[in-house]
């Protein structure tokens, strides 16, 4: 497919969202008054993937983000009116039963014709379930999992979004893939660049690792009132990156919205999350951040260029979601006078009660919240403490009955104690591996709007 190039000289990328609970306001802000031509929504974590898999046991029409469709009723008319093409991998577990879902809003809304692609591919838990790949993360391997092994997602690259939207996808929804990769497809379906241009596939790694987290860019996780001081954080502002041919860009925000976009926001960000600036891994390109250079070339404009990259890895990192038990967490408050020492008596007796009646836990902790959660050993003369006990069990009744000899304190405790709280929630752990590239496809499916409402 030729694509037509922008009329102006660059492309503009927005950021939508950082995780899967952001808020809406800012995207659509930048729908309507970005002049963006893209926007992204970045909506996985480690564990998210993990535990839509398990929603989609449950329903074999879930599995995908809950938010996705009330962002898309919210987003879709204003997009689709205004040209933007929306990217997001949202998909979770299930990105085809979320295209459907997303066609059949669009009907809904009147947008018949919309063509919705539904990228997947990065489901390897067939491929890994059987094998013994070593862990990246630990010590061991994937056979020791096995019996608990949840979900096997490949972070996949930029190859199977750039296929749909040279299809003429308006939505694109992904499972895994790199988070970066959901910013650099738009710029290779854009400028057409090589799959071995490294040096271009860097940048536009670089700008999409900037714009992954949203809000985190302009302000979001930034402010520290008195030595970094962020305006308007009620009225935080997402970041958009003008990218030109080269992969260069200007990071910058919608004009009146709040926020701050500045040298140094940017480069918490940069740093984020990398462990070698010069050997970023990612599946389209192992990227160079390390001559990186940052401009403040207006209010909320940075210029960013010098990112660089080498050829990709040969190997895809795989995330792997397994059962490890169920925590248990009880809290209590207590203050007034002598409050740590009646929190501290509490949080003996519940240790003791669990050893009394044989409660089998692998791991427990205690911490007085506002005395020595965050400092061990402090003893300050506080007068408003939260006792918390929470503990690790491999069965559920063992993670219950934390909470329940909490509860109990109330009339079998210390004096005082108030505000009990209880959980118990079962664990999805992660564990990672590395998977030969060459295993891994990406396919797209594309289904348009009317289809679903017919």
Not at 305 to 332: H, T
Not at 367 to 390: K, M, S, T, Y
Not at 419 to 442: K, Y
């Amino acid at each position: 497919m030729t694509t037509t190039l922008p009329p102006r000289d660059f492309v503009r990328l927005g950021a939508g969202s950082g995780f899967a609970g952001d808020r809406i306001e800012p995207a659509i802000e930048l729908v309507e008054q970005g002049d963006i031509d893209f926007l992204i929504f970045e909506c996985l974590a480690e564990r998210t993937i993990a535990l839509a898999q398990e929603r989609l046991q449950a329903d074999p029409e879930g599995g995908f983000d809950p938010m996705l469709l009330e962002r898309m009723r919210r987003i879709l008319p204003a997009a689709h009116g205004r040209g933007v093409r929306i990217i997001t991998n949202a998909g979770a577990a299930n990105p085809v039963a979320a295209a459907r879902a997303v066609a059949q809003l669009a009907g809904q809304l009147g947008l018949s014709g919309l063509r919705i692609a539904a990228v997947t591919g990065d489901d390897v838990l067939a491929i890994v379930a059987d094998s013994d790949l070593p862990l990246i993360d630990r010590g061991g391997s994937v056979a020791d999992l096995r019996d608990r092994m949840v979900s096997a997602n490949a972070y996949l690259g930029a190859e199977g979004i750039v296929e749909a939207l040279d299809a003429a996808a308006d939505v694109v929804i992904t499972g895994r893939v790199g988070d970066p990769a959901l910013f650099l497809a738009p710029l290779i379906h854009t400028y057409r660049w090589a799959s071995d241009d490294w040096a271009r596939l860097g940048r536009g790694t670089l700008v999409g690792h900037l714009l992954e987290c949203a809000g985190q860019l302009t302000g979001g996780y930034f402010a520290d009132p008195g030595r970094k001081d962020v305006p308007g954080l009620a009225r935080l502002g997402f970041p958009f990156a003008d990218v030109d041919v080269h992969g260069d860009a200007i990071v910058g925000k919608v004009a009146g919205s709040g926020g701050l976009l500045s040298v140094a926001t940017c480069t918490e960000q940069l740093l984020y999350e990398v462990l070698d600036p010069a050997a970023y891994l990612q599946a389209d390109v192992t990227a160079d951040f390390s001559q990186v250079a940052l401009e403040q070339v207006g209010p909320d404009r940075v210029a960013v260029r010098g990112g660089g990259g080498c050829a990709r890895p040969g190997s895809l990192k795989v995330s792997i979601g397994y059962d490890d038990g169920f925590i248990g967490e009880g809290q209590i408050s207590y203050a007034g006078p002598g409050a740590v020492a009646r929190a501290q008596l509490a949080l003996r007796i519940v240790r003791e009660r669990l050893d009394l009646t044989g409660v089998a836990l692998e791991e427990v902790r205690t911490d007085i919240i506002g005395g020595d959660a965050a400092e061990a050993g402090a003893d300050h003369p506080f007068a408003e403490l939260r006792a918390r006990i929470v503990g690790r069990s491999r069965s559920i009744e063992g993670a219950h009955a934390i909470g329940a000899e909490v509860e109990a304190l109330y009339t079998n405790g210390p004096f005082g104690g108030g505000g009990v709280s209880r959980s118990t929630r079962r664990v999805v752990a992660i564990a990672s591996c590395l998977v030969s590239r060459d295993a891994i496809t990406p396919t797209v499916q594309l289904i348009e709007a009317h289809d679903a409402v017919a």
